[in-house]
């Protein structure tokens, strides 16, 4: 979405569906970190780290450049959630959102 507001001067803002999507998420990793006692931060560093995707697999073809990408971010962090004694559900309910935002990058990635 382009706003010109004249003399060659204009403000370029996402997709309104995305800054939805972005609103949401924002509230909903707000509600969860007041569920957390200490150290309400963590929530969005969860969220972060789970929404990471990285290509494990590279290889050029006749048609080009095949890569296979996997949502790492969110395999580290379910590792670590399991190894953890205290696992509150905050923190499963933020990785899992962030899962989601990595599959959408993928599905996004390979299209």
């Not at 560093?45 to 990471?52: C, H, N, Q, V």
């Not at 379910?78 to 990595?102: E, Q």
């Amino acid at each position: 979405m382009e706003f010109n507001l004249g003399n060659g001067i204009s403000i370029h803002l996402s997709p309104l569906h995305i800054t939805i999507i972005a609103i949401i998420i924002i509230v909903l990793l707000v509600r969860w970190s007041k569920q957390l006692e200490t150290r309400r931060f963590t929530i969005f560093f969860y969220f972060l780290i789970s929404a990471y995707i990285a290509s494990i697999y590279s290889q050029t073809t006749k048609n080009g450049v095949f890569e296979l990408w996997l949502p790492v971010g969110f395999i580290f962090i379910s590792i670590y959630l399991d190894g953890n004694k205290k696992c509150h559900p905050a923190k499963v309910k933020a990785s899992i959102l962030g899962l989601s935002i990595a599959l959408y990058q993928l599905i996004v990635h390979y299209i």
